[in-house]
């Protein structure tokens, strides 16, 4: 049964104040992996850095300079808090006695992606075709980038792309400010250039014809590659140029998130939050492992207040119970904030 109480939570005095970059720049760390130590033909470890937090993996390995690309699905991991970490995986029976894997990460959402190579038998190990490449560097991922040519309000939106791979499928998708264009709404496909850069023009959704900011969004429908932006949106080109607000320095643009404080085994979950917007409704949901809980069951709604720093008891419900492990979201009523993680359902606290 859905448990729809309203929670009353104590929160800290921080206040989350939403803001905007001042300019149609965006930068972020790139997750990055180094190959740690191989056992042959057994396992290898990667050490990750700049991992987004609380994103599903998924470790593809396959043969040499593939870099993994539709690869045989090795494990799944979980980011959690990011950062930096090791994680060991087994190598498939297939490249068993290879010379070289390729191995690559792949986000479930997000579009986040790296991939690299390492020896697993050097000495002794076979190669595709039966005749050994020769061995390079570990590759160096250009991350591709678009900027803001011009806006038709309510109409339509002009990108230069840059750094792009050649010749690639891209799904096109925008969304409200803050978003990254994550899950948002299809505007249209476009393919990149033999080049690597080009420009096109998108249709603004009609849903987002009101909005003052729309965030966009390229994601490939292989290889992993993506790009995003924002912009206003106010009809303007390069010869009017939109003018720079203040401050002249971009504040970083918040995003809540939750850990886990402590399990009760089959009966309650107790999260900590951070950077929460004030005066926000949420709906709590739990579902499987790796689902994100999305469309997951319903077990309740709380208002933020104040904002800032959040603590909540949530009840599991009868119908997750006995899982090993557990997803949960909690998704805004209006603003697009959301955020997610997942817990062992086992007694412990933090």
Known sequence: MKNKRLFAILLATTLLVTA????????????????????????????????????????????????????IESALFNSASGGAFQVTVDIPAALKGRAMISIRIESTTGGYFYYN????????????????????????????????????AGNNVTIVANNFPKSREFVVRMGKNGTRGIDGIVAAEVTSSDTGSFEATFPIPAELAGENIIAIRLDAKTGGWYAFNWFYNK????????PTPEPTEPPAVKHPSFSIKAVVKDTSVTISGINFPADTDFTVRMGKMWTQALGGIEVAQFNTGAGGNIEAVFD?????TGLPRIAIRVDAHTGGWYAYNWFWNSTANK
């Open 20 to 71: 905007f970059f001042s300019t149609s720049n965006v930068s972020a760390a790139y997750p990055s992996f180094t190959i740690s130590s191989v056992k042959t033909d057994e396992t290898v470890t990667i050490q990750t850095k700049d991992m987004p937090a609380g994103y599903d993996f998924k470790v593809l390995m396959g043969e040499y300079n593939t870099r993994g690309e539709d690869g």
């Open 117 to 152: 190579w390492f020896w697993n038998n050097k000495d002794n190990g076979t190669w595709p075709g039966g005749e050994a490449p020769k061995p390079t560097q570990p590759p160096v991922t250009t991350v591709p980038t678009i900027s803001i040519k011009s806006v038709d």
């Open 235 to 242: 009809s303007h080109t390069p010869a009017d140029p939109e």
């Open 316 to 320: 599991v419900p009868a119908e997750l």
